[in-house]
């Protein structure tokens, strides 16, 4: 596991009873660097949408028990928030959730003379993600050949 993977873990592991204590859903946990700095980033979620005061309530005890455990080597800045609307979907458990909703799909190469496709999520396994298009076709992409799958939103 890299060091970025074990944090991410790590946090994940943390926030997961805390957030159940509070009705929320962890969305996602990333540590990456942007620029010169660090982000320890906590995407929460809930029945209605996630608040400022929602986020407050997560980060106190988040940066309070990470300070406890010091075990990220480099100076990071942590965020707590949603995952907003055009949420990405990068695990399984973000693909379990979002059957049945409208996805946009962005792909490395060209298919068909296009990269970028919506539709409702049908299916999805290992390899594959299955949409339903708005003329009722169904279309099935390799996973690898994917650069970002994300839900839709209209307004």
């Known amino acids: 596991m890299t060091k970025r993977e074990t944090y991410e873990a790590r946090t994940e592991a943390y926030l997961l009873p805390v957030l159940a204590e509070h009705g929320f859903t962890l969305w996602d946990v990333e540590y990456v660097k942007e620029g010169s700095n ?3 980033r906590a995407y929460i979620d809930k029945e209605g949408g996630i608040t400022v005061d929602d986020c407050e309530l997560i980060s106190r005890p988040l940066s309070d028990w990470l300070d ?5 080597e480099d100076s990071y800045i942590l965020e707590v928030s949603s995952p907003g609307l ?12 979002s059957i ?3 996805v946009e799909i962005r792909l490395f190469k060209a298919v068909d ?7 409702t999520l049908k299916a999805y396994d290992r390899n594959t993600v299955t949409v339903t298009q708005a003329d009722g ?8 050949g994917i650069a970002l799958i994300r839900l ?4």
């Open 38 to 40: 660090w982000y320890l």
């Open 68 to 72: 406890r455990e010091d075990f990220i």
């Open 86 to 97: 055009g949420r990405p979907l990068k695990r399984d458990r973000d693909f379990e959730r």
């Open 100 to 102: 049945g909703k409208d």
């Open 113 to 119: 003379k296009q990269k970028e496709f919506t539709g």
């Open 137 to 144: 076709t169904e279309r099935t992409f390799e996973r690898t």
């Open 152 to 155: 839709a939103f209209d307004f």
